[in-house]
């Protein structure tokens, strides 16, 4: 998009929805061989959030739009644009937004799902941006939404400790003043990376069989060590790349909104781009890392709070299986 004078479109209105389940660490010590001790020191996560039987996304996703809608005034019936990132769909076809668009109502919307893992809601509100620049749309619902319970192996304490399920949601459409909105987005990738955190079964290369079942190859594998080291090198580069392309410096940014994946991650995050811990969002400890809805889930608590107010510039830089990276800098 260089080129087009920024900012274009505008994030506008947040809505989260988080299942009151709570699966605590003093829960997963019963589970597997783990302590709320080696969860805390290593993670930074006492607690995270797990759908229950009915809970879809579908209908979690629901709630946390309408909470958008409410927010900013526009009507489900305006809404021309569904885009939602997960990786935890409530089935593999149709797509979790048209899932999502039958159950919200939004008739008049073009919706479909970007898969970018724990980037998604990044890549979706780029994604958006474009839609709005390109006049394809007017009001562009952007939603995260995972349930990522439903795709963590409780056996393996590697992976169970770190996910939890719930949504984040907002509205991208065009600025408002010419002022307020997206100053940049980043968008990365490297799919050499793959094997350091994927599924292996259940796809058309290996459909479900009694072998997946057995192997629980179904369920999410992830190399943490390997990860979480291109994890801290890409999250530098996304807060890099976003700030030069916004034509900002770190002491200009009020708010860093970083994906929750793990305390230690965030904190190198900070130090690398020169953001003292207050300016630096953290909610990691309450929810664990929800992929994909991490970044919308801070956003809307920190806009419901007050912590992001008119004005307010705020970076927002994300990371996930791809491997993906990416960043947007918003006025907002
Ligand atoms: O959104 C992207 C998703 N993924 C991530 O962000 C994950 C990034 N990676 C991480 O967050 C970390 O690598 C983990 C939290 C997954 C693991 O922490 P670590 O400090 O990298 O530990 P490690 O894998 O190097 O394991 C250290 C030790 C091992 O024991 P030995 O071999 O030293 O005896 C593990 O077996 O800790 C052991 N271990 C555990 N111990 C208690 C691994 N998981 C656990 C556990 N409880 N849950």
Redesign the pocket.
Known sequence: MTGLKRPFAEMAGTGRYIPAKVLSNAD?EKI????DQ??ME??GIRERHIASEGETIACMGEIACRQVLEATGVSVEEVDGLVVGTASPDRLLPSQACDLQKTLGAVNAAAFDVSA??TSFVYGVSVAEGMIAGGTAKNVLVVGAERLSTITDYND??????FGDGVGATLVRASSDGKRGILSTYLKSDGRLGDL?YRQSGGANEPPSEKMAKERSYFLR?A??E??KH?VRSMADACDQALTRAGLTSDQVDLLIP?Q??I??IEATAKHAGMPMDRVYVNIEKYG?T?SASIPIALDECVRSGRVGPGAVVLMVG???GFTWGSTVVRW
């Open positions: 997963l597997v061989d783990t302590t080696w969860i290593r993670t893992a724990c304490r590697g992976t169970c400790i770190l955190l992830m943490g060590r990860v979480f994890a994906h994946a793990n230690r991650i890392n992929s990371f996930g299986g």
